[in-house]
């Protein structure tokens, strides 16, 4: 959502009225889970660390003037809270306990960039959303549940031919707004987070 409108919710936001909280919710909640869970690797703890982040930021509501003071607050919270639960449990991956032990300025470094990623998926969510029904639907069970081409033309009751369309059109589509590069990245960080929810 563009910055001015979400900048006219202040208002009712402070003043406590669900809707607008409920927008801020809607626009942040999915790229600080994929941010959370980039730093976590669940997608469960990752998810109640974020709720958790948005209760805090509903109980200081009268704090926040602007729709970046409230993203800044969510990602800032969702990141200690990260931090916090890393550090008292056993972690084994290369990743988290970089983020441990890192000195603070090169660890600052490695959550803006997860920080980006997020966003990244966030956007390209979106925009797959846009996409025509069928088109969306053969697009996802390619890229996101790693189906083959016939599996998906058996399933959906249509031709190879025309699933391969379908996917193409989808590609052609999404590379208006972003590069094979950013396309590339969101397929292996998705991908990831796929294999976590299986």
């Known amino acids: 959502m563009q910055e001015d409108l979400l900048s006219d919710l202040i208002p009712s936001f402070q003043q406590g009225e669900a809707d607008a909280f409920n927008t801020f919710f809607k626009e942040y909640y999915k790229p600080l889970c994929f941010f959370a869970n980039q730093l976590l690797d669940s997608m469960a703890d990752a998810e109640d660390i974020v709720k958790d982040a948005f209760v805090k930021l509903w109980n200081r509501k009268s ?23 890393l550090r008292h449990q056993k972690v084994h991956n290369n990743f988290q306990q970089e983020m441990i032990y890192l000195d603070d300025k090169k660890g600052e470094d490695l959550i803006l960039q997860r920080m980006i990623q997020s966003e990244l ?25 790693g189906l083959k081409n016939d599996e998906i033309a058996e399933k959906l009751g249509i031709s190879v031919f025309t699933v391969k369309e379908h996917k193409a059109k989808a590609l052609a589509q999404l590379r208006l707004r972003f590069n094979d ?4 990245l969101f397929f292996i960080l998705v991908g990831s987070l796929f294999t976590i929810k299986k």
Not at 63 to 71: E, G, L, R, T
């Open 121 to 145: 998926i966030q956007s390209i969510y979106l925009e797959i959303e846009k996409l025509p029904e069928k088109r969306q639907q053969v697009f996802r069970m390619i890229f996101l549940e």
């Open 63 to 85: 704090d926040f003037d602007h729709p970046k003071s409230i993203k800044g607050f969510l990602y800032t919270t969702t990141r200690n809270a990260c931090l916090n639960h």
């Open 181 to 184: 590069t950013q396309l590339g």
